[in-house]
């Protein structure tokens, strides 16, 4: 009897000690990923953490330091203000050796101590901090020297030693990998040369002026409100909060006697919920201010017009280029003051569609509408009236066909029967339509420079939306233009006779398969679905949190933005994307799970999409943008892809992520 409860209590004890071990070894792996708390819970503590649970083939570990304050208390900025000290951090002491690391900071907050502006965080916080330096595939044991400053009615230092572990193996991410990529995301992203962040696409410093007693910054119009304004870059001075004066803000230097702020470059970081961004700028005087926002005008209105001009040569050029030669045809052997007011006629029709094109987006801008270059191909009674146009012009250049067409139609369609014969059989008016209907049909069609133009003119004020536009059509038109200005280009043609009769009819063919378009468009649109082909298996349909969960699981994304009426999509489609080699990349990478595709179908209005793009600057179509896990390895694409361009974004994400 004895012996028989001294068995069962021996197995009880093998098994109670056995599920000690089960646990502790859970709880060793379960701590991999973080160092133990540090501090006093009172004030605040802090733990090194990681994004993944092993180095994996990574060169770059994803690590935060995770910050717990008490109630009242705070840390500081890397700016920390009137007063204060931002966190460092020194590795030297790390058993593995050659490790660096650095801070990317989330927007702060400011806070008013005893009348000084600080700048900080307060309840919690995550600092994103990438260390590199160390052997790759190897294990790495990182101590972390933390020094921060926590004030509340007064201020301690917390120092820390932070020992964290990482073993070598699949880097998967860990329980921090979500939180700390909700961190990584509150970090304004720094402005390229042109001035736009991809986290503040609509954030943009129209002049940033050296003025009595601190600085001056005028934003440009159409962005979110400003919540708070940092700057950065004069030692010894800081800067209160931005106060409204005149159309721009000011904000006040402390101390404001002893600094001279004229030509000095500075660093803003702008607080625009939802948008933020980082912004380098220099400070001008008043009177060289204007200069540098002017020739930035220029650049941009030659931008326009070049992207305009690119336009006459896009996909959808076939039914302008229909309209464009039968009103050669139709020209030809008419008078030289004629041939001038005829194609004078046609680019004023192109100009004046650019600009009721802006006055119809400013309208839906100002009523907080969507708004973007060739969104009304996704309304089904402007496509309904389209095809009808179209549908017209074509009979106009079939004259043996005779349909009842109302009589205020066939006016404007420039075939009443009362048309002057010395104007070539077409009236003036009929020429300004066409011009206005040749600006319609290229609106489905970007191309290089008309995104980075179309932007510029939907983030700026009023001014810069109609000049812009104005510009872009100007460069449409500049084909009507030079016929203008040099009539006896017409000549060029073979005399009149029979081969123009079968080319307006080619012509018409051509308007007759764009009306076939359209109306495929049209089915999609009220509730049809697109063509499918076999490469379309690998993309999955876009959501923002299909993208975000992908990154945070850390695999790179690829997105295409496209609609059926976007004629350039479906040429980087055909010609890229589902050829090799893009098409056998992409397929390997996603069989190997190191790549998701996403696409967002924009043929029908949709608000997500829209804000995906205003978030990237964009406010047309094509987009298509590779998205990594840390954002190191973003590629923004131009509107033509090129095979060479998606290759080398692909490999540079495969190198970051290593």
Not at 228 to 257: C, I, N, W
Not at 398 to 410: E, H, K
Request: aromatic letters at 6%; hydrophobic letters at 50%; proline letters at 7%.
């Amino acid at each position: 009897m004895i012996l028989a409860i001294h068995f069962h209590m021996c197995r009880l004890l093998a098994g109670l000690f056995g599920l000690v071990a089960i646990m502790a070894s859970l709880g060793n792996s379960a701590l991999a990923a973080q160092s133990p708390w540090q501090g006093d819970p009172a004030i605040g503590e802090a733990r090194l953490v990681s994004a993944v649970t092993a180095t994996g083939d990574l060169d770059v570990l994803p690590l935060g330091v995770e910050f717990v304050l008490a109630p009242g208390w705070k840390i500081y900025w890397r700016t920390p203000g009137e007063a204060g000290l931002a966190p460092v951090v020194d590795l030297s002491q790390s058993p593995t050796p050659g490790l660096e690391g650095r801070f990317a900071w989330p927007m702060p907050k400011r806070f008013d101590a005893f009348g000084f502006d600080n700048f900080g965080y307060e309840n919690a916080v995550i600092l994103p901090f990438d260390v590199r330096g160390h052997v790759t595939g190897t294990p790495v044991q990182v101590t972390a020297e933390l020094e921060a400053l926590a004030c509340a009615d007064i201020c301690v230092p917390l120092t820390a030693t932070l020992d964290l572990r990482l073993p070598e193996g699949e880097a998967l991410p860990s329980s921090h990998a979500q939180p700390m990529a909700q961190y990584a995301a509150m970090v304004p992203r720094r402005s390229n040369e042109n001035g736009y962040s991809a986290s503040g696409p609509s954030i943009r410093i129209d002049q940033l002026t050296a003025v009595e007693g601190g600085l001056l910054v005028r934003l440009a119009n159409g962005g979110p409100p400003v919540a708070d304004l940092f700057v950065e870059g004069v030692d010894g001075v800081a800067f209160k909060a931005p106060q409204a004066r005149g159309e721009g803000l000011f904000l006040a230097a402390v101390p404001s006697d002893k600094v001279d702020l004229a030509g000095r470059q500075v660093v803003l970081t702008v607080s625009a919920p939802p948008e933020m961004a980082e912004i380098p700028a220099q400070a001008r005087t008043t009177g060289t201010a204007g200069t540098a926002v002017s020739a930035l005008s220029l650049r941009i209105m030659a931008i326009a017009f070049l992207g305009g001009l690119i336009l006459n040569l896009m996909p959808c050029v076939l039914p302008v280029l229909a309209l464009k030669l039968s009103a050669v045809l139709v020209a030809a052997g008419a008078p030289r003051n004629v041939l001038r007011l005829r194609f004078l006629a046609g680019a004023a029709g192109i100009v004046t569609s650019f600009l009721l094109l802006a006055a119809g987006l400013a309208a839906l801008r100002l009523a907080g509408g969507t708004v973007g270059w060739g969104i009304q191909f996704q309304n089904p009674v402007f496509l309904g009236v389209m095809i009808a146009m179209l549908g017209v012009f074509a009979l106009s250049l079939t004259d043996r066909v005779i349909i009842p067409v109302p009589r205020f139609v066939q006016a404007l369609a420039g075939t009443t029967a009362g048309t002057d014969a010395a104007s070539g059989g077409q009236s003036y008016r009929g020429d300004f339509l066409a011009g206005m209907l040749a600006t319609i049909l290229a609106t489905p069609c970007s191309a290089p420079f008309v995104g980075t133009a179309v932007a510029a003119a939907l983030s700026g004020g009023m001014v810069d939306l109609f000049g812009i536009f104005l510009a872009m059509g100007a460069g449409l038109a500049a084909p009507w233009i030079l016929v203008a200005a040099n009539p006896s280009l017409v000549a060029m043609l073979p005399r009149p006779g029979p081969w123009m009769a079968w080319m307006k009819r080619g012509l018409a063919l051509l308007l007759v398969g764009t009306m076939v378009w359209l109306g495929s468009v049209l089915a999609t649109v009220i509730g049809g679905e697109g063509t499918r082909t076999a490469s379309d298996e690998l993309w999955q349909p876009w959501s923002m949190q299909a993208m975000q969960d992908s990154l945070a699981g850390g695999t790179p994304v690829l997105v295409d933005v496209t609609a059926d009426w976007c004629v350039t999509c479906k040429a980087n489609k055909a010609l890229v994307l589902e050829r090799d080699p893009v098409a056998g990349a992409l397929a390997t990478a996603v069989t190997e799970g190191s790549l998701v595709l996403l696409r967002a179908d924009w043929t029908r209005p949709d608000a997500d999409i829209a804000a995906f793009l205003t978030s990237h600057g964009r406010y047309g179509i094509p987009f298509n943008m590779l998205l990594t896990p840390d954002g190191r390895a973003d590629t923004v694409f131009a509107e033509i892809l090129t095979s060479s361009a998606i290759i080398e974004a692909l490999e540079n994400a495969a190198q970051t992520a290593k």
